[in-house]
């Protein structure tokens, strides 16, 4: 009888204590400690390729408004007697709206000190983002038979159009105004001379 009481005081006992939290396992720190800073990382980025493609866009309209006005301003006074070069200038002008609208708005924190180099780089992407939507228009027009105007505007204004976009929006992010410009800048910034008055040592 002695020891049965003793058994039932002690399960009583051991019901009454406080469950032992369970022990926190490494790895699970490591893998939370990883999440937090992969997501610290991930996120200022997400949010700056957003406000990029919001400027990319901004300036690409500003840049087909040039374009358009350009042209018929062109086409209207000075060239009124030839179409193909009054769009050599309209482009040519929409061009350096562009670049100069990516540079100093979109692109402004990767721009790049050699800005000749950086210009000669934006127009060979937007050469190769016209040889994107004329090329897409020569394989529905010419390969695939497609030659109503409703399949050529789809092709070169819709297809083309996009697929040339995409184009210049990765290159000039990747390429253009790649992040190494923008180290390249930081550096010829820390690395200019320091200008000294030479009245404070006369």
């Known amino acids: 009888m002695t020891v049965v009481r003793e058994n039932t005081e002690l399960v009583a006992t051991r019901r009454s204590l406080p469950a032992a939290a369970p022990s926190a396992s490494p790895l699970a720190g490591a893998d939370t400690a990883s999440r937090n800073v992969l997501l610290k990382h991930t996120r200022p980025l997400r949010s700056r390729i957003v406000s990029q493609l919001a400027g990319f866009g901004f300036v690409g309209a500003l840049a087909f408004v040039v374009d358009i006005a350009t042209y018929n301003l062109v086409r209207a006074t000075v060239l009124q007697d030839s179409p193909i070069w009054s769009k050599v200038v309209s482009v040519a002008v929409a ?12 692109f402004r924190r990767e721009r790049s000190p050699q800005a000749f180099r950086e210009g000669v780089l934006f127009a060979v992407v937007n050469v190769i983002g016209l040889f994107i939507a004329a090329g897409c228009l020569f394989i529905s027009h010419y390969l695939l038979g497609f030659t109503s105007q409703l399949a050529d505007n789809i092709s070169g204004n819709g297809v083309g159009l996009v697929l040339g976009t995409t184009f210049r929006f990765a290159a000039y992010r990747w390429l253009v105004f790649s992040p190494r410009s923008r180290t390249l800048r930081l550096t010829h910034s820390t690395h200019r001379p320091v200008r000294t008055d030479s009245g404070a040592n006369s």
């Open 95 to 106: 061009t350096a709206v562009a670049w100069l609208g990516n540079r100093y708005l979109t």
